[in-house]
């Protein structure tokens, strides 16, 4: 078995400010998880989020934003 490394990314929408958060989607399809951590803070500890969970935040997100329909 083996571990895939996170691959974390953060928005392009961010400004450096410091209020960011970063994700690693690449671990959703094996793990069936999202990590989430603090830009500020990367050797800190991590959100493991449930994939499915994070894609209907995604989905809610994109709607609220855009007025569209999931």
Known sequence: MTTETPHWLKSSYSDNGGACIEV???LA???G???IRDS???SGP?????AASFAA????VKV???GGTP
Request: hydrophobic letters at 45%; charged letters at 10%; zero cysteines.
């Open 46 to 50: 991590a959100l493991n989020i449930p």
């Open 57 to 60: 935040f995604i989905t809610s």
């Open 64 to 66: 609220e934003a855009f």
């Open 33 to 35: 998880v999202v990590p």
């Open 24 to 26: 690693a989607t690449n």
């Open 40 to 42: 500020k803070n990367p």
């Open 29 to 31: 399809t094996a793990n």
